[in-house]
């Protein structure tokens, strides 16, 4: 569905999308994760024909985003990360005017409206003044607009930022909706969406593709440790040497005012570094697991990439 | 052509939806109509001295040229100061709100987005300069006027917007920032419209050129009532000239760099 050839963007002398090719099948939802700046935007706005490729080319649904953009914009619904609204028109009108330059029949128009604005919660909304709506039911609107010609592919960016959990969920539940009969490609920099929405995970990092896989296999690999945050009374470089040597412990650094402990997933020591502590005569204040933060997830994936 | 009306009746409903129309033609017909006012107590004021100084020979006193002429060359210069404010957002707006990504990625081209927001603009335009004219329409209850000159002084208005509206497109495409689209589109209407003045200290092939190029030497003419080929085509050519420009602005984004 999406044929991705050597795809290279460049600002004058900055690149942002660096040689990159994938491919999408039909039916497929491919999240790509990578911190702000790795060039997620940057790909999908040339996958949309926004912006031009700088080298190498894209297909969608066949057609070449160069030789072709209108056929491509006809097949692609587009959510950009700023939902693009007209804050003075009311939701069905704006709705009615995309239907519009979308291209959708006037004749089916009516009836696509009524079921999108069902499908994407607005019913009680579409009198309102965009303007009025709050960040939540925006981006609502925005993910109607991105599917009301019933696109075969479509790309969103980032589509939860800035709302709040009970919304993500309910974006997350729609997207997972729509993707049953086309093909969505997301942009995120938050791993969990990536698990709980996507078939496959594109990591892009500095405008380069540094993994492709599924969410399975990809949080196995950041999962096979276990980091815990401790914090005692006494020596902090006597204590670190001595938890160091406690067998299954991979690894002890020192932060701020406190250790951090690593070991395998599968082993619990939690036990053993609190009796080796209390056998220094020190005093255990805090004990707590620690869960990774993307950028250390972020890391250790590019490392194990390079690596492998 | 579908796609021309959606964005024009998109426009339409921008300008009427907010304070924008309303204002702007407020402005327009306030100034419009105190120049209106000035010019024909003017004309009464010479009307009643002649009658009183109860001259021998006879002086001429024609109400086109002392009321209409002036009406229209005043219109000009105030749509020059009132185009800029409603073409200023027709691109700023969208590059700024974001919604001229969505405008690019979907199945419409440059030239139809185009062509649905100069239309828009120009159908405002009409409308206002339409309102204008029923002063002229007042006026012609109480006074013979003369129709030709009339009807040509408003036929410089309707050309001159065109040309107008496009360079403040022009203007608005370049950037993101209302404002300095409206700065820019008054420093090229200004340009254009004084010229002329740099005209009479150019010689020879210069002062054709300079002269050429003044919008309002163009309009001269017309409005005095003799409509020349050469200035109706200056005005079209001026416009497509600059709404052409626009579009290749547009389109240059797509350009390979």
């Known amino acids: 569905m999406i044929e991705v050839d050597r795809l290279t963007k460049r600002y004058g002398a ?136 019933d696109p075969e592919v479509i790309i969103m960016d980032e589509p939860t930022s800035g709302l709040d959990p009970n919304q993500i969920i309910e974006v997350r539940q729609l997207i997972r909706e729509l993707a049953q009969e086309r093909t969505v490609i997301l942009s995120t920099h938050i791993l969990p969406e990536v698990e709980m929405t996507c078939n496959r995970v594109i990591i892009i990092h500095e405008g380069k593709i540094v993994a492709v896989d599924t969410p399975e296999n990809l949080t196995a690999n950041m999962r096979d440790t276990t980091r815990f945050f401790v914090r005692i009374s006494g020596d902090i470089d006597i204590a670190a040497k001595a938890i160091a040597t406690i067998e299954g412990v991979s690894d002890v650094t020192q932060v701020n005012n406190g250790l951090h402990v690593h070991w395998p997933a599968e082993a619990d020591l939690s036990a053993a570094v609190s009796a080796r502590i209390v056998e220094l005569g020190m005093g255990l204040v805090e004990m707590k697991r620690e869960a990774m933060s993307l950028e250390e997830i972020f890391h250790a994936l590019t490392m194990y990439e390079k690596e492998a | 052509m579908g796609n021309v009306m959606a964005i024009f009746g998109k426009e339409m409903r921008s300008y009427f939806g907010s304070p924008i129309a309303y204002v702007m033609a407020g402005v327009f017909l306030l100034f419009s109509g105190f120049v209106f006012r000035n010019q024909l107590l003017e004309f009464h004021d010479m009307a009643v001295y002649l009658k009183l100084a109860e001259r021998e020979e006879k002086i001429l006193l024609n109400v086109n040229t ?192």
Request: one cysteine or more.
């Open chain 1, 14 to 149: 900055f690149t942002a999308v660096d040689d990159i090719s994938f491919q999408v099948g039909k039916g497929e939802i491919v999240g790509f994760l990578g911190p702000n700046g790795a060039g997620k935007t940057t790909t999908m706005r040339v996958l949309t024909c926004f912006l031009p490729a700088t080298e190498g080319t894209a297909r969608i649904a066949g057609y070449d985003i160069f030789d072709n953009p209108l056929e491509v914009k006809r097949r692609i619904g587009y959510l950009p990360e700023l939902p693009p609204l007209y804050r003075d028109m009311r939701v069905r009108t704006y709705l009615e005017f995309i239907a519009k330059i979308k291209g959708v029949a006037p004749k089916e128009a009516r009836q696509r409206i009524d079921e999108i604005v069902v499908q994407c919660g607005l019913v009680d909304r579409t009198e309102q003044l965009i303007g009025h709506l709050s960040k939540g039911y925006r981006q609502r609107v925005g993910l109607a607009q991105a599917i009301l010609h």
């Open chain 2, 66 to 257: 002392e009321v209409v002429t002036p009406f229209f060359e005043f219109q000009t210069f105030i749509w020059m100061i009132v185009i800029p404010m409603l073409t200023m957002r027709l691109y700023a707006e969208e590059k700024r709100g974001g919604t001229y990504e969505l405008l690019m990625t979907s199945p419409i081209t440059s030239a139809q987005i185009l062509m649905g927001k100069f239309l828009a603009c120009y159908v405002l335009y009409l409308l206002i300069e339409a309102m204008a004219f029923g002063y002229i329409g007042v006026l012609s209850m109480y006074a013979q006027l003369d129709w030709g000159p009339v009807f040509s002084g408003a036929l410089a208005v309707v050309l001159i917007g065109a040309t107008f509206i496009s360079v403040g497109i022009l203007a608005s495409s370049l950037t993101e920032n209302q404002i300095i689209a409206a700065v820019l589109s008054f420093f090229f209407l200004i340009l254009l419209w004084i010229i002329d003045w740099a005209a009479r200290f150019a010689s020879d092939i210069f002062f054709v050129i300079l002269k050429f190029l003044s919008l309002i030497e163009h309009t001269r003419d017309m409005i005095h009532g003799v409509v020349d080929t050469h200035d109706v085509v200056f005005f079209i050519s001026a416009a497509a000239f600059f709404l052409f420009l626009t579009h290749t602005v547009l389109e240059s984004r797509k350009w390979r760099a």
